[in-house]
């Protein structure tokens, strides 16, 4: 299959295109490049016969219908956001021109490529949200399919604008989409902005780590390359029209997660242990969601899909990839916000 994905060049999009590629999938990778891309993140596949790279602007619509146009793939996986929710604190523009008006743009784009190629029944369209649409839960409960829409920050208000045109162009236009809406994910090339990067190089920096509030934020983790296994899947086997939530099972309280972290560090890193000493409480981001979960119960079930590795194996592996992977993360810690706090409102 040829597969267009959009943002390919950022943590999760690059897990799916080195994942794709590996199964043999062509790939095209769309990427505007902004400071969360990184052609390195794809370099293991960089090389091979099946990819290749296209550094275009989801805004940009003509540019974006030309890419359709010139490979004429059969799916696109649409990742290409901007995904930090304390950056959408400081300035939501950005998200609504990306998020929503070049997924807007995309969904032209897909439509009239799918209209021009005769209406394949087997096109689709593939829309990759975040369970923060669903908004924030109480101490029971878990986000299902059929949860209603309560995003709560500029960020998951502008994911949940592009999942209701994604559901109209299906509805509107009979264009085959499948959505999926994915909890927090974690593992190699994760932006060091993100909770999990920045406490691991923190800890082997010897700096204080940050923990939002008193800590007890609970999100439900999941493993990049199992969140990419499970794209896939939906691509392939999702049924047209539907959503499926994908988290992996693994509710944790940000402080524990940081603790975990912290372990991890203490002994693969014993230099500066116990990390823990390095946590630091500060302020809260506004309007942070207490609380996360996810039901998979429709992926298990339709797709037989399940996550292959637990939070303590997969943060082991994540801390021993950043301390193997200094030259992949070091020039990151220049780029424009990283290490400075963000989001605190205004
Ligand atoms: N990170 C998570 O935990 C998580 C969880 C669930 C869903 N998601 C969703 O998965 C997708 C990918 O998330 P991520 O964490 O990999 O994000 P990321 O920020 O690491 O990567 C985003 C990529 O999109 C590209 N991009 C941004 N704006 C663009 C534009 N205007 N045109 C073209 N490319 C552009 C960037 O260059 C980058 O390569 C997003 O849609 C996000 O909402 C993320």
Same mark, same amino acid.
């Given at each position: 299959?040829?597969? =267009?994905?959009t943002?390919?060049?950022?943590?999760?999009?690059? *897990?799916?295109?080195?994942?794709?590629?590996?199964?043999? +999938?062509?790939?095209?990778?769309?990427?505007a490049?902004?400071?969360a891309? /990184?052609?390195?993140?794809?370099?293991?596949?960089?090389?091979?016969?099946l990819?290749c790279?296209e550094r275009v602007?989801?805004?940009?619509?003509?540019?974006?219908e030309?890419?359709?146009?010139?490979?004429?793939?059969?799916a696109?996986? +649409?990742?290409?956001?901007?995904s +930090?929710?304390?950056?959408?604190?400081?300035?939501?523009? &950005?998200?609504?021109?990306? /998020?929503?008006?070049?997924s807007?743009n995309?969904?032209?784009a897909?439509?009239?490529h799918?209209q021009?190629?005769?209406r394949?029944?087997?096109?689709?369209?593939? +829309?990759?949200?975040?369970?923060?649409v669903?908004?924030?839960?109480?101490?029971?409960?878990?986000?299902h &399919?059929?949860? *209603?829409?309560?995003p709560?920050?500029?960020?998951?208000?502008?994911?949940?604008?592009?999942d209701? =045109?994604?559901?109209a162009?299906?509805?509107?236009?009979?264009?085959?989409?499948?959505?999926?809406?994915?909890?927090?994910?974690?593992g190699p090339?994760?932006?060091?902005?993100?909770l999990?990067?920045?406490?691991?190089?923190?800890?082997?920096?010897?700096?204080?780590?940050p923990?939002?509030?008193d800590?007890n !934020?609970i999100?439900?983790?999941?493993?990049?390359?199992?969140?990419?296994d499970?794209?896939?899947l939906?691509?392939?086997k999702?049924?047209?029209?539907r959503?499926?939530?994908?988290?992996g099972g /693994?509710?944790?309280r940000?402080?524990?997660?940081?603790?975990?972290i912290?372990?991890?560090?203490?002994?693969? !890193?014993?230099?500066?242990?116990?990390?823990?000493?390095l946590?630091e409480?500060?302020?809260d981001?506004?309007? !942070?969601?207490?609380?996360?979960?996810?039901?998979?119960g429709?992926?298990?079930?339709? =797709?037989?899909w399940?996550?292959?590795?637990?939070?303590? &194996?997969g943060?082991?592996?994540?801390?021993?990839?950043y301390? *193997?992977?200094?030259d992949?993360?070091?020039p990151?810690?220049?780029?424009d916000?990283?290490g400075?706090?963000?989001?605190?409102?205004?």
């Amino acid at each position: 299959m040829k597969i =267009l994905v959009t943002g390919g060049a950022g943590f999760i999009g690059s *897990a799916v295109v080195r994942l794709a590629v590996r199964r043999g +999938h062509r790939v095209v990778n769309l990427d505007a490049l902004t400071y969360a891309g /990184n052609p390195a993140n794809v370099a293991p596949v960089s090389d091979s016969d099946l990819y290749c790279f296209e550094r275009v602007d989801i805004r940009d619509r003509e540019a974006v219908e030309r890419v359709l146009q010139t490979h004429r793939p059969d799916a696109v996986m +649409h990742l290409a956001a901007e995904s +930090h929710v304390d950056r959408s604190i400081d300035g939501p523009g &950005e998200f609504i021109q990306t /998020n929503i008006i070049g997924s807007f743009n995309m969904l032209e784009a897909a439509r009239a490529h799918w209209q021009r190629e005769g209406r394949p029944e087997d096109f689709r369209f593939h +829309h990759i949200s975040t369970d923060e649409v669903f908004g924030s839960l109480g101490e029971s409960g878990r986000f299902h &399919e059929e949860t *209603a829409y309560d995003p709560r920050s500029p960020y998951s208000a502008s994911k949940a604008g592009s999942d209701h =045109l994604v559901r109209a162009w299906h509805a509107t236009y009979g264009l085959p989409v499948v959505l999926s809406n994915c909890s927090n994910n974690y593992g190699p090339y994760h932006f060091p902005e993100k909770l999990v990067p920045v406490a691991i190089l923190r800890a082997l920096a010897g700096e204080p780590i940050p923990v939002y509030g008193d800590g007890n !934020h609970i999100r439900d983790w999941l493993y990049v390359e199992d969140h990419a296994d499970a794209l896939l899947l939906v691509l392939e086997k999702g049924r047209i029209g539907r959503s499926y939530n994908i988290g992996g099972g /693994n509710e944790v309280r940000n402080i524990d997660l940081v603790r975990m972290i912290c372990a991890h560090m203490d002994d693969l !890193h014993p230099e500066g242990a116990p990390h823990e000493r390095l946590i630091e409480f500060v302020s809260d981001r506004p309007g !942070h969601d207490r609380r996360y979960a996810i039901d998979p119960g429709r992926i298990g079930d339709e =797709l037989g899909w399940r996550p292959s590795v637990g939070i303590e &194996e997969g943060l082991r592996r994540t801390v021993e990839w950043y301390l *193997a992977n200094r030259d992949w993360w070091r020039p990151l810690l220049s780029r424009d916000g990283v290490g400075r706090r963000l989001g605190m409102g205004g």
